[in-house]
């Protein structure tokens, strides 16, 4: 399955099995491809807050009350990853769709001072902010490299934009593998404005109100090419269809729940065979991204996206009442829940 919904040119990389957009070098000067985000070296952690490393056991779960053992956590050189790191924002499933699944789409945030910003899937060349001479500020949250913490990466990136003067290039100074040492956006985006995305078809919003040069359009015109139709099913969350060919066609449902509960859920559906949305579909198996687990179904190619709305409105509702079943798994469910969790890959 292609991952981000982006066809890859023969001279595209790929890292982790995320695909993404080639884009020409001369359009805008950037660097000619956006690479997959890489898992990166970690940052070194500060001092634990509680004791100093003298006093501590390694053993010993850390004073920074994570849970871990000292050894493993503040009593290391390096930081943990930040698992899910996207929580605590409006939307988090949109977050990690438009970071790991959605080739082009929008969405509105306000910043906690109340400025405006335009977050996007991609920006041209992989960058992660810019400014228009408007005064407009994009950020980007696919990112050629990425650290443990893609919410500081991110947020790194918007406070170096929301300072830069209109029209100049951003610089964020080092960002992901180097390490990012800005703020999180969860410590600069207004937590009551909801993330209401926009599906593009093309990259056509790089270059609105822009005047473009001949190499900026030849440019669009090849990332356009490589887009791949996908659409966001309405009153469903983070729930994307997406169609890489002519054979068949996804579902690709970003979950808000809990993993474990979740799995239990599902596996209940799968034992008592109502896992799939409907004649013609099947249960692929599930991504596991940023903390969120992703379902997806194959789904016959010729039928338009807005046909699977009421399909998966259905399972939603079947979803919620296995949800709400707290019997321990039967043994016909235990082995269905392993079963999917074969079937299951992990992004980040």
Not at 256 to 278: F, I, N
Request: charge should be negative.
């Amino acid at each position: 399955m292609t991952v981000r919904g982006v066809r890859c040119p023969p001279s595209s990389h790929a890292t982790h099995g995320v695909t993404g957009t080639t884009i020409p070098a001369d359009a805008w000067g950037h660097p000619p491809t956006l690479d997959g985000m890489a898992r990166s070296a970690t940052r070194r952690r500060p001092s634990a807050p509680a004791a100093a490393a003298s006093a501590v056991n390694p053993k010993a779960p850390c004073p920074c009350g994570s849970g871990r053992r000292y050894k493993h956590c503040h009593g290391s050189a390096y930081t943990p990853p930040v698992t899910r790191p996207f929580a605590g924002l409006p939307g988090e499933p949109d977050w990690v769709a438009l970071r790991e699944l959605v080739p082009a789409a929008t969405a509105h945030l306000t910043t906690a001072d109340g400025r405006d910003v335009t977050l996007a899937s991609v920006l041209p060349g992989g960058v992660p902010a810019l400014v228009r001479e408007n005064g407009e500020i994009l950020l980007g949250v696919q990112l050629q490299t990425s650290s443990d913490d893609v919410s500081r990466d991110l947020g790194t990136a918007l406070a170096a934009a929301l300072e830069a003067p209109a029209g100049a290039p951003v610089d964020p100074g080092p960002i992901g593998a180097a390490g990012s040492a800005g703020p999180r956006l969860q410590e600069l985006l207004d937590p009551s404005v909801p993330l209401d995305v926009t599906v593009h078809q093309d990259f056509g919003f790089w270059l609105e109100g822009v005047e473009a040069a001949e190499t900026a359009l030849a440019g669009l015109e090849q990332a356009n090419e490589a887009v791949l139709p996908t659409e966001r099913l309405a009153g469903l969350g983070a729930a994307y269809w997406v169609r890489p060919g002519n054979e068949r066609a996804h579902l690709r449902w970003v979950r808000p729940d809990d993993e474990e509960p979740l799995l239990d859920a599902l596996a209940r559906l799968r034992a008592s065979e109502q896992l799939t949305l409907g004649e013609g579909t099947r249960y692929a198996g599930a991504f596991r991204a940023h903390g969120l687990v992703v379902p997806v179904w194959d789904l016959p190619a010729d039928t338009p996206a807005t046909d699977w709305t009421g399909p998966a409105t259905e399972f939603e509702a079947r979803l919620q009442q296995a949800l709400a079943e707290k019997t321990p798994l039967t043994a016909d469910e235990r082995r269905a829940r392993a079963g999917l969790l074969s079937r299951q890959v992990t992004l980040r």
